[in-house]
């Protein structure tokens, strides 16, 4: 069974770090390319980060670029997600996300779109206030 659980999420001031943290099992995670979502109140869940599986290249969506770092580790099933210099938009649930078809062969140029990927996991809150 497919599963993805994130932690690491919690409130933090602006400006603070966190660090995610999705965990994987019932599929070897280093065989997908990896992404992270949010969704805050109100709005479309959007890609945030994109971890490919055939090369080292990583991809962000713009508002998150030199800010959050994505990486991987194979051996552990898991995938990271640092965020730094944090800001209050970027409170949102987080959830990391994968599909067996559509992120087999790295990080599409549609990967931030959420419909193409089909597990996910239960989400972690961050926010972000003073």
């Known amino acids: 069974q497919v599963q993805l659980v994130e932690s690491g999420g919690g409130s933090v001031q602006p400006g603070g770090s966190l660090r995610l943290v999705c965990v994987a099992s019932?599929?070897?995670?280093?065989?997908?390319?990896m992404a992270w979502f949010r969704q805050a109140p109100g709005k479309d869940r959007e890609g945030v980060a994109c971890?490919?599986?055939?090369?080292?290249?990583?991809y962000y969506g713009d508002s998150v670029k030199g800010r959050f770092t994505v990486s991987r580790d194979n051996a552990k099933n898991t995938v990271y997600l640092q965020m730094n210099n944090l800001k209050p938009e970027d409170t949102a649930v987080y959830y990391c996300?994968?599909?067996?078809?559509?992120?087999?062969?790295?990080?599409?140029?549609?990967?931030?779109?959420?419909?193409?990927?089909?597990?996910w996991g239960q989400g972690t809150q961050v926010t972000v206030s003073s």
């Open positions: 019932g599929f070897k995670l280093g065989e997908f390319a």
């Open positions: 996300a994968t599909d067996p078809i559509l992120f087999i062969n790295g990080c599409r140029p549609s990967w931030q779109n959420p419909r193409e990927a089909e597990a």
């Open positions: 971890i490919s599986n055939v090369d080292a290249n990583t």
